[in-house]
């Protein structure tokens, strides 16, 4: 029996980010409210076979092998990846298992050129074969239970035909990110098709959990969005966003400044010990988050955007502090 059967419902998980939720947000987000589901950043399956198995490179030198790297804290946690290629899909099943991971995830919603280009991402809900024959190498590869992140559809909503022969192949899960890869993220998420997918599911393979991901802000409304739509559960990307307390049921305004430019702290000594390292200029997408919604937030933001270290950015905060 895996994870998936053992959640209460509903239940509700960490978005794969890319460059967001590395193992430094993550643990920073494990102390503050745990989410029922971790997932990492996406890494490329090819990638891992090329670094690891082409290029000889060393696991510790790896940056693939540090995205997929996880705290103790950060349990059940769920592996992301992609590619378009079942033999890739199969090496890196079999990798995240030996890794210790507790599911298996395969990105078939990104609409990043890049990733496209590879057949990949959302350009596997053009090919839906194709995404089944990677279900079953991931399947067939590795003993851990297989999940789907995807959208409703490619140029426009098309649940009647992608979602059935996904069910048909029986992941654990599938998440919904309610919007077609053509709208990307420019309008509100449908969640409306929510009502459609449920019943889609509860015809064609009833025992496949359902998740509903885009624009869920806390779980006050990941609660609602679930009740009102029949689905299992609620995934929360942007709503994590300088809010690493809203799995504790908290909205970004409840939590007093100073708190949150301790966690961004703590955020960036965590984000230093990746290894090897990622430049931190990634890091001001949090700072971004963190700070703002106060008086003098441009002038602190304009502050921290010159910050190259950990150590700069607490000079920064000790200087500010009496202002706060
Ligand atoms: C910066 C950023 C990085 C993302 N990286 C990934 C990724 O690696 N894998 C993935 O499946 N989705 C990725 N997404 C999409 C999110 O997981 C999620 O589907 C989307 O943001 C909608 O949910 P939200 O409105 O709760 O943020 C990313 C989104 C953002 C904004």
Redesign the pocket.
Known sequence: MSFWNKLRKPFFAM???????DAAFRALVAKRGKPDIF????VSADGLYYTREVKKMKDEENPLMRDLAFGAEERPIVA?V?SSKPEMIAYAAKLAEKLGFDGF?I?M??PDRTIEKQCA?AALMKDPERAVELIRAAQEASALPVSI?TRVGYNKESLDEWLPPLLEAHPAAI?L?L?TRKEM?LVP?QWELMKKAVEIRNRVNPDVLLIG????QDLDDARARVSESGCDGA???????GNPWVFAGRKSEDTPLAEKLAALLELAHGFEKLSPPKHFAILK?HIKAFVTGFDGAAELRAKFMDANSAHDMEKIIDAATPLI
């Open positions: 978005a794969p980010m890319a460059d967001v939720t997932w990492t950043e996406f992301q992609f995830d990105n919603g990104c991402g992140k998440t990110h919007r993220s998420a991901n885009g624009d869920v995934m929360i990307g942007r709503g994590m966003f997408k």
